[in-house]
């Protein structure tokens, strides 16, 4: 990666790993109800492949791509707002996580919780710039786990009978929930799975920001010139529980110690030779703008219970919902 891009990419690793500490101190705190995610020590798959598209490309990110949603352009403000269910949030409060996109500013298709789902949804986008004669690639990510769902392989073989650009980048962390991978499949790697549908596929190493962008950016390449799908698994581990909730105790110590070493953000700092001192101002940077957010948001109301189902049903049923509201 070009010094500059690299640099980029270290801040949105920061970004993304302070952004993810402070709302899992807000959700001990009480203040977030429902589910906090947390993508520690897997955060250079996000943004390095994020940083790796065009503007004109579409991502949808899982619960554990902070990191591409912050890339492609939504602030923490955005995050914590949603986080924190407050009237200023993308989805109006509806998720307190980070199921919210905007299609057409960033090209974030928002998460959908349903696991597999996204690869025929972000399948079908594909095929409809293709169809568009548009010049854009769609991406989308899913865990190990979710490699045994059938949409995954339904959506795979959509994508691969129609030569849609569409690339699915695997994030093998190991876990899905308490199930290790050695319960989960046979194949390895997991992108082998691939090879059933005809679609070319790489492995890399995940923890390395540097190595995520440049194989992503091959195949997005390679789609974008009508290759059709590309899969790419990269390896890394789940630093954290499932979710909040989770004290992830089924995971062996030493994995955990093992993996520790390898932290993305050491890695990028390591490359990068960054001074102690050069880190710490990277660190004031991001640690500002993460208080002001959430400063922000904090400050904001919860929405107007009026407008629950905005956004959810049409029109007339919004008016009677509120009709039925107000009496
Ligand atoms: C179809 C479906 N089945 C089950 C779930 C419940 N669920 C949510 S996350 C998860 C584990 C996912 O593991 P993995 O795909 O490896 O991703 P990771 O959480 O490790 O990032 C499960 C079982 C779901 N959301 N969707």
Same mark, same amino acid.
């Given at each position: 990666m070009p010094r500059e891009l690299l640099e980029r990419a270290y801040y949105f690793l920061c970004l993304t790993r302070m952004v993810e500490d402070r709302a899992a101190v807000l959700y001990r705190q009480g203040k977030i109800h429902g589910g906090n995610f947390s993508s520690r020590g897997q955060e250079a798959i996000s943004v390095g492949t994020a940083l790796a598209l065009e503007p004109q490309d579409k991502v949808a990110p899982m619960i554990r791509n902070l990191g591409a949603v912050l890339v492609r352009g939504h602030s923490p403000r955005e995050v914590f707002a949603s986080y924190l269910a407050r009237d200023t949030s993308p989805n109006g409060g509806k998720d307190?996580?980070?199921h919210f996109g905007d299609i057409e500013k960033t090209g974030v298709v928002a998460c959908i919780?349903?696991?597999?789902?996204?690869v025929p949804v972000m399948a079908g986008m594909a095929l409809a710039a293709k169809l568009q004669g548009r010049k854009l690639v769609t991406l989308t990510y899913i865990g190990d786990g979710a490699t045994s769902t059938g949409e995954f392989h339904e959506g795979l073989n959509f994508a691969a009978v129609f030569e849609v650009p569409f690339v699915l980048v695997i994030?093998?962390?190991?876990?899905a929930y308490s199930t290790p991978i050695e319960k989960q499949?046979? *194949?390895?790697?997991? %992108?082998?799975? %691939?090879e059933a549908y005809a679609i070319p596929w790489a492995i890399g190493d995940g923890n390395d920001v540097q190595e995520v962008y440049r194989l992503t950016k091959r195949f997005v390449e390679e789609a974008r010139r009508g290759g059709g799908p590309r899969i790419l698994e990269f390896q890394t581990m789940?630093?954290?529980?499932?979710?909040?909730?989770?004290?992830?105790?089924? *995971?062996p110590g030493e994995l955990l110690a093992e993996w520790e070493k390898k932290d993305p953000l050491l890695r990028c700092e390591q490359a990068l030779g960054l001074s102690e001192k050069e880190k710490q101002a990277v660190a004031a940077r991001v640690e500002r703008e993460v208080a002001e957010a959430e400063k922000d948001a904090l400050d904001r109301p919860h929405?107007?219970?009026?407008? %629950?189902v905005k956004g959810v049903f049409a029109d007339d049923s919004i008016t009677q919902f509120q009709k039925w509201w107000d009496e």
């Open positions: 307190n996580s980070t919780s349903m696991l597999g789902t996204l994030e093998n962390n190991q876990y499949t046979r *194949v390895r790697p997991l %992108a082998k799975k %691939a789940r630093m954290r529980g499932h979710a909040q909730h989770d004290d992830f105790k089924y *995971v929405p107007d219970g009026r407008d %629950a």
